[in-house]
């Protein structure tokens, strides 16, 4: 049987990046670092074991489409709806400025302004795949600086298909004006299908789908997507635009159906595949003779990215009224090259717009940054000396801060400081609000304390990891500090910063993990609450009630479970159960009946009408004049109008309840007007 072309170059490359990518994962260095690493080493410029670059590429586009698409499937409008502060002005910001800034500094340096203005393009995009899951592993997606990134991010993705459009044009020769025109009606034809692609998903889109699953095929469904994917693809290719606008309009298709979640699990195995080989194929990009040749440049050109990416990130952060350390984290986690960077550079040379002696550096130096930046996003929350530094800039930009209480004003005292308005801070305070404590809100998510303020409270857009934010909030006189905030890598700082201020203010801290517990009442907590510990004591006792466990022995596992982890100052107590959930009562019925005026209960006492014995119902309360008396003396005569909660099987409340009914008004139907049905 004859080889198939291509497989054992395939397979080498395949084992080589798993091996690559488990050696480099021993440092806590993401999957992608290993793919280019693995790229790199088995490339032209290092053991030659690739010769079938051409065909390696071919796969690696089918990657980009693939990736494009399940971009396209995760922008739900519900998505872009929220994030869309930070998208609009955010993206807008770093995006624009990075642009700007480098197609000046092209034209400084003697480029023409076409190549000025791609290399912007190439600079202004960041690494989605690196960025995202570096976050993720620090658990920092919800932390200001985290949803800021992400922001920018989805802005960039955003970008990538204008961008592609664009660069064809640069690329060809004539005025100023004749490149606009063509950017513009390139733009136009992008709207035109895009609008036209929005209807399709509209009208169509839903019943097609809805056609393919019910076959209820997991192969015939695939294949649907897979061929969406590629034929819009080849469609929007066809029409003069790019494989990578059809990708991810195939994607936004999907997404607006009720299919767009098991399309997503469907193609992500496909995709990963592929999208690894995009990245293998990276790495067979970087230059090691380009290093040797030419190490100045290259190195010259990987610091020049890291240092003006990570700065011109920072100042949009800035710009949008981030505090400077928000902005130095959200500038260290954009300081890199992304992905869809090497897709445009391909696209530039392939297009003659860059030629390999500009090309070959600018990827071998975006490579390296795409290395440093787990590094970075490790580091810099731990050097605090560029926060220092931005500080000043906070009063230039017109970053809130907490205002100096007004003179004859008494300060604040006996308060409770909560650091983080979510969901938690906020049943936090409102708890503490109705037993009459004050409190003051401290976050840095500008929705959350306008929320804060249109509740009335002192609620303020401020670092909680600045002493003078700590000052002004009074935590020198405060009766406790609750710290809420998602931001796991704040937590530290934030504890030393009231420690420094107020050693002797007691400090709750809510942490994520149990295994954060120990650290944090090292650096000076008073308590420490891990969600999940919460969480699993919660679905235990639930679990435990749902399945018909008893009382006693759900105590006994959950002080075990407390036992095993930490122990509580206060006693777990689980739900109690409905009736319903008890299959051993589930043939009671809890009824409440009133007393009238000339029925047989009318002037007679429990212990005299002998209720529970004569018909099986047992009076378990009666409520009079509004009182509820949960032991009802059996001897008191029983009085129009007073209420009696019986508990009994149905055939006993159909012999009772006639008994609190005048003669004349009885019916044979138990659950009459006469009665309520509690449960």
Known sequence: MSMVPLVDELALLLAVAVAVTLVLGRWRLPTVAGLLAAGALIGPSGLGWVRSLHAIEALAEVGVVLLLFTIGLEFSLE??????????????????????VTAVLAVVLGLNWRVGLFLGFVAALSSTAIVLRALAERNELDAPHGRFIVGV?????????????????LAQPGSIHDAAVGIGLALLKAAVVVITVLWLARAVMPRLMARIAAHQSREVFLLAILALCMGTAWLTAHAGLSLALGAFLAGMLVADTAYGHRAMGDILPLRDAFVSVFFVSLGLL???????????LVVGATVGLVAAKGLL???????????????WLAGAGLAQFGEFGFVLARLGQAQGLIDAALAVPLLTAGIATMFLTPLLVRLAPHITAGERLLAPLERVFGVPRISEPEAGVEPRQDHVII????????VVSRSLQGSGVPVVVLDLNASNVRQG?????????ADATSR???????VERARLVVILTNDAQALPRILGAVREIAPAVPVLVRSHYLGMRAELLRQGATEVVAEEVEGAAEVTARALRRVGVARNFIDRALETLRRDTVATAHPQRPPRPQWQQLPALAALKIETVQVEAASRADGHSLAALALRSATGALAVAVERDGTLLEHPDAHEPMRVG????????AAAMALALPWFIPPGDRSDDPDGAATEATA
């Open 419 to 426: 650091v983080g308005f979510g969901l938690a801070g906020q």
């Open 453 to 461: 303020v249109a509740q009335g409270l002192p609620a303020y857009y």
């Open 153 to 169: 991010l989805i802005f960039q993705d955003l970008c990538v298909v204008p961008m592609v459009l664009v660069v064809p044009h």
């Open 313 to 327: 990130a920072t100042l949009a952060a800035l710009a949008m009224r981030f505090p400077a350390r928000v902005a």
């Open 286 to 296: 970087f230059d090691v003779r380009a290093l040797v040749d030419q190490p100045l």
């Open 468 to 474: 003078e934010a700590l000052h002004h909030a009074g």
């Open 79 to 100: 998505r872009l709806r929220a994030a869309w502060r930070h998208i609009a002005l955010g993206g807008t910001l770093q995006v624009a400025v990075t642009i700007a």
């Open 642 to 649: 007073d209420r009696v909660h019986l508990v009994g099987t």
